[in-house]
């Protein structure tokens, strides 16, 4: 078996034992894999390895690894997971099936209107600064509902839920208090009436707090592919 099919298998077990111990079912929560900075081939591996979803954080280099893996296109879903700049908004609304990162209704307007007609709905979630850091990019709490309203409002989009990269915390019991805020704003704009099923939270360091506090999609990149050397001439990071 590879590493990467070996950690994968890990990863499902701490994820499977997170949901038991929250008492929800595993299958509440799916696995995205984030292969920024890893080769189309680790992703091919993975795939090998049952892996379907998978995440990117840079435009280009997502563009590029979509285009390599054009043979696995129906059987892969790729996310868009980082910050966008609205002057890159074209290759995401044609390459990407979603995109996690929505801050502000100005790139969502720019992915509805570019959204090729031929193709589904872009599933799109709305990222919220839930603990307040001035460097990370994310909407603000109390402004959540009005921008998810407002993206709700937009043509070939799907609004799908809330992401979140909260601040690093020793220790689950630190690490759930953000995950419990993101989960409130959540039930929040659900009782407000909108329809959404993802809560995107969680990645390789605080996955359990994560599960423990309702997310429905985990985005694991070093625990799967190894730890990343940004030092690739290759990668275009924008
Ligand atoms: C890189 C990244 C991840 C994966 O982080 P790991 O700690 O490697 O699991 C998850 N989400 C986002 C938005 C990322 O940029």
Redesign the pocket.
């Known amino acids: 078996m590879s590493a990467i099919a070996q950690q994968l298998d890990a990863v499902r077990g701490r994820i499977a034992a997170a949901a038991r111990q929250a008492g929800r079912a595993e299958t509440d929560v799916r696995l995205l894999a984030?292969s920024?900075t890893f080769p189309a081939e680790d992703v091919r591996i993975a795939h090998a390895a049952g892996q379907r979803a998978f995440?990117e954080?840079y435009v280009q280099e997502g563009v590029d690894k979509i285009a390599a893996l054009d043979d696995l296109r129906a059987a892969i879903e790729w996310h868009f997971?980082?910050p966008l700049q609205s002057n890159k908004t074209r290759p995401v609304a044609a390459a990407f099936d979603w995109v996690h990162s929505i801050d502000r209704l100005r790139i969502a307007s720019r992915l509805a209107e570019q959204r090729p007609d031929h193709l589904p709905p872009l599933n799109v979630c709305v990222q919220v600064n839930v603990s307040g850091e001035a460097s990370k990019s994310g909407v603000a709490p109390a402004e959540t509902l009005e921008l998810l309203r407002a993206v709700d409002a937009l043509p070939r989009l799907k609004l799908r839920g809330l992401m979140a990269?909260p601040a690093s915390a020793d220790g689950v019991a630190a690490q759930r208090v953000p995950h419990r805020v993101l989960h409130a704003l959540f039930t929040a704009a659900r009782a407000a009436g909108l329809t959404l099923d993802t809560l995107s939270a969680g990645?390789?360091?605080d996955l359990e707090a994560a599960v423990a506090e309702g997310a429905t999609l985990v985005?694991?990149?070093?625990?799967i592919f190894g730890h990343r050397d940004y030092s690739s001439p290759s990668l275009e990071r924008t």
């Not at 985005?219 to 625990?223: D, K, L, N, Q």
């Open positions: 984030v920024k995440g954080n997971i980082g990269i990645m390789s360091g985005r694991i990149g070093t625990a």
